[in-house]
């Protein structure tokens, strides 16, 4: 039912969306060959189901790409997760004179992560193209600003499984360098493992979803939170207010507050319409000061804006209690590790700019660090595609506060994915 949606949205308001095999795909989904959404549409994809099913992430997205590529005529590239696009424009960057000689050739390496029997199947799928192989090398030597709309002049629109919390960073980043002028569209919301709701409008800007009440039962809880709550249902909400959502999946066996906190935005007729707006579950907090997930972003946004030339590429943050002993003798505080493009170092003023920021937008935390409760924030560069060595070695974006297992955070810590 929500593939038929999100199919119909998509190809009312882009008509050549639906076009045979004119989507491309870049989603790693190990032992589960598919669409994202799951829906068995083989003339929809130019993309080889196989490839999304390897054991490595790297390669998975790398060989997709390379079939992205064979295809010239794109109207939609769709990928799971916007950290799965952001990466898969990264091999690109680094990769495109092997990419375009494979091309040329119609041929697929070998690497790590793909079995020589799936290399195989894969590669009776290609075919020698100097042209494309050409047109590739052409406009990769001129720079990568606006690369995807002049590798795929037909693309109409860049279609993510996630546009929200951590994600918002890689589509910020992809729209302001690769993706330049192209619409990005995140059809789905999903939270604690139910599918809640569609976004039946892939031309605004800021997605907003509608709660199909069959597919899980949403109750919610007014925010601020009063000293008694009472869940309301569906017809009992007011638009411009904040809510707590509460989900009872479909199978009804549990019931669970998820964290998230929505805004009605406005009706779909006498249906409410919701804009997601943070999650109450992804705070820093060492000494109860509780900064949310996306307030964190936005004063990291105001701080990068005073370093002349530099450009986020990712980051986490962790609280130093998580590191132990790493962390240093000093009172609790943050640390911060960025990868920036654009800038090699950051003096001491620049670096206590971040500090800076947090402390002018939320009182609490200046309180604690007037007061020597809360240490200095400590703020570490890290090297290129340190990041991307650590989605593939987690499988996924991680979010901030960055909630990693104890031997993740050391391999953070000891350099042996970060460095």
Request: net charge negative; with cysteine.
């Amino acid at each position: 039912q929500g593939s038929l949606l999100y199919l119909d949205a998509l190809g009312a308001a882009f008509p050549r969306s639906l076009a045979h095999r004119g989507t491309a795909l870049l989603h790693w989904s190990p032992g589960c060959p598919g669409a994202p959404a799951g829906w068995p549409l083989p003339t929809l994809y130019c993309t080889p189901a196989p490839a999304s099913a390897l054991p490595s992430r790297a390669t998975a997205l790398r060989v997709q790409l390379l079939f992205a590529l064979r295809q010239r005529a794109l109207h939609v590239l769709e990928a799971g997760l916007a950290a799965e696009l952001h990466d898969a424009l990264a091999i690109l960057r680094a990769e495109w004179p092997q990419l375009a000689q494979e091309l040329a050739l119609g041929w697929l390496r070998p690497q790590t992560g793909l079995p020589e029997g799936v290399r195989s199947q894969l590669r009776a799928l290609l075919a020698p193209d100097a042209a494309r192989a050409a047109e590739l090398r052409t406009e990769c030597a001129r720079g990568f600003e606006g690369i995807v709309r002049r590798l795929w002049p037909q693309l109409e629109v860049v279609v993510v499984g996630s546009a929200l919390g951590t994600e918002r960073l890689y589509c910020d980043a992809l729209r302001q360098v690769d993706c330049q002028g192209l619409p990005f569209y995140c059809p789905f919301y999903r939270v604690a493992g139910a599918l809640l709701g569609v976004n039946l409008w892939p031309e605004e800007p800021v997605a907003q979803f509608l709660l199909c009440p069959d597919w899980a039962f949403c109750e919610f809880l007014p925010c601020p939170a009063e000293e008694e709550p009472q869940t309301m249902l569906l017809d009992e909400l007011w638009e411009g207010r904040e809510y707590g959502l509460v989900v009872t999946a479909q199978s009804g066996e549990y019931r669970c507050r998820t964290g998230e906190v929505l805004r009605v935005a406005g009706f779909h007729k006498q249906y409410p319409l919701v804009e997601p707006v943070r999650r109450e579950s992804q705070k820093l907090s060492v000494r109860g000061e509780s900064i949310p997930e996306e307030q964190f972003y936005q004063s990291l946004c105001r701080a990068l804006a005073m370093w002349p030339g530099a450009r986020l590429v990712d980051y986490i943050c962790v609280e130093s209690g998580l590191l132990g002993d790493s962390s240093g003798p000093c009172a609790p505080h943050y640390e911060v590790f960025m990868e920036l493009q654009g800038l090699r170092d950051l003096s001491e003023g620049q670096r206590y700019k971040l500090d800076q920021c947090l402390q002018e937008d939320f009182p609490v935390y200046k309180s604690f660090r007037f007061k020597g409760s809360i240490g200095p924030l400590h703020l570490h560069l890290v090297g290129s595609g340190a990041f991307a060595r650590l989605r593939e070695a987690l499988g996924s974006p991680v979010p901030m506060p960055r909630v990693l297992r104890e031997e993740q955070l050391l391999q953070l810590i000891q350099g042996s994915i970060i460095s």
